[in-house]
């Protein structure tokens, strides 16, 4: 039996978020994952500003992957037709950018084993069970024991299913739906495009630039309990051929990769956050922190690595560490996640959607502010939760703000 002081199941942001803060803090970590990296996730590859604070405060710099784009302009299109741009504010620094998941996970994964963290690829969990004082887990063709364990892996949670085997079926509350596209030449090769569409709402139609005529293209749709998703692929050729998309792409635009669809977890519960009488925590999408309005997952993703570990690196009982945790994210993530909610739901209507983007250009300062908020410049909710205050409301400082050229 190998023993450690936290096991983590699961090497994507979240996992390696908690293992660097718990390494950082001095606690001995095992990160187990069933995958063997470099692996894609299924994801639209947006990086927020929250995202890029998070990863460079863990110490990576995603602007040296192959894929990287900085976005500098974006492209928002209402159901009606009307359509506004906006510049991204960088202020010396970066706020929002792409880069392929398959490139950006297996750098986590490697700034990980720098930090002396011991990732075991290829490691499927096969069964969990808190034992006396400890977390054991049986993983490949070993068994790991903790007082702590973190489960990062994902919607479907492995780890979750192990410890309470009849919890009920889950499918998320967004699905979205993700194809490559190679030699695109409209305005999507430079520009983050967003087109809000009437069949969809509150979901949309994206396009992320890559950089070399390469985009990240996709659509999100509302999930709606017992109503099947198949009928998105064929709703994608339709999609494909209407005329704003083709421009923004432009004609000889072709895929590059099979297209793929994935369950988006936008739901957080503070009961579905721990297990195992305060031993287990879950982070990312298996604590369902995705925020609901945008899809955006990966700054939840590091912001709730960070907050377990900090529970788990407190050194105080496990139901006082579970508290902790769950009452940080209340105070926290929980609150902008229902503020999201609440927002989609006025996007939901042709109305609201066309209203959203005529307004936000307008105003002093043109839309410099919409960006900002719209890419998690500061929380979602900052207004509502006052204990988040700080001397400056809004954050100025942007992410690599030092290094930017």
């Known amino acids: ?19 660097i803060h718990l390494r950082r803090a001095g606690k001995s970590v095992v990160v187990i994952d069933k995958a063997s990296f470099p692996r894609d996730k299924c994801c639209g590859d947006g990086l927020t500003t929250a995202a890029l604070r998070n990863l460079e405060a863990l110490g990576l710099d995603p602007r040296s992957l192959p894929s990287w784009k900085t976005v500098d302009t974006t492209t928002w299109r209402s159901p009606s037709g009307h359509t506004i741009h906006l510049d991204v504010p960088h202020d010396g ?23 002396d963290i011991d990732i075991r690829e290829s490691t499927p969990l096969s069964s969990a069970r808190v034992s006396g004082r400890n977390v054991v887990v049986d993983a490949g063709n070993e068994t790991f024991a903790a007082p702590f364990a ?13 410890l309470v085997p009849n919890g009920p079926a889950y499918l998320g509350e967004i699905h979205a739906f993700r194809q490559y596209f190679e030699n695109v030449e409209g305005p999507a090769a430079e520009k983050l495009w967003v087109s809000f569409e009437r069949d969809l709402l509150p979901g949309y139609v994206w396009s992320f630039p890559l950089g070399g ?28 051929q209407r005329p704003h998309v083709r421009a923004a792409l432009g ?36 604590a369902r922190a995705v925020d609901p309005l945008t899809g955006e997952g990966i700054a939840q993703a590091l912001d709730t690595g960070e907050l377990a570990a900090h529970a788990i690196a407190s050194e105080v009982a496990p139901e006082a560490v579970a508290y902790q945790y769950r009452r940080a994210l209340n105070r926290g993530l929980a609150f902008d996640n229902k503020f999201s909610a609440a927002l989609a739901r006025i996007v939901r209507h042709e109305t609201g959607a066309r209203f959203v983007i005529q307004m936000a250009p307008r105003g002093l300062f043109r839309g410099r502010y919409a960006i900002r908020w719209v890419f998690e410049d500061n929380p979602r909710a900052a207004l509502l939760t006052p204990w988040r205050w700080r001397k400056r409301f809004t954050p100025k400082a942007t992410a690599y703000a030092e290094k930017a050229s």
């Open 213 to 240: 005529g390469r985009a990240n293209v996709g659509f999100g749709i509302e999930r709606k309990p017992g109503e099947s998703v198949q009928w998105m692929r064929d709703a994608w050729k339709d999609i494909l």
């Open 93 to 115: 620094g970066v706020r929002v950018g792409v880069a392929k998941r398959v490139e950006l996970d297996a750098a986590l994964v490697d700034l990980a084993r720098k930090s």
């Open 251 to 286: 004609d000889n635009a072709t895929p590059s990769e099979p297209h793929k669809a994935w369950p988006i977890p936008a739901h957080i519960r503070s009961e579905l956050l721990t297990a195992g009488h305060g031993r287990v925590l879950f982070i990312g999408d298996a």
């Open 150 to 162: 973190i489960g990062a892996d994902g919607v479907y949670s492995p780890l979750r299913r192990a």
């Open 1 to 19: 039996m190998i023993h450690c002081d936290v096991i983590i199941v699961g090497a994507g942001p979240a996992g390696v978020s908690a293992a």
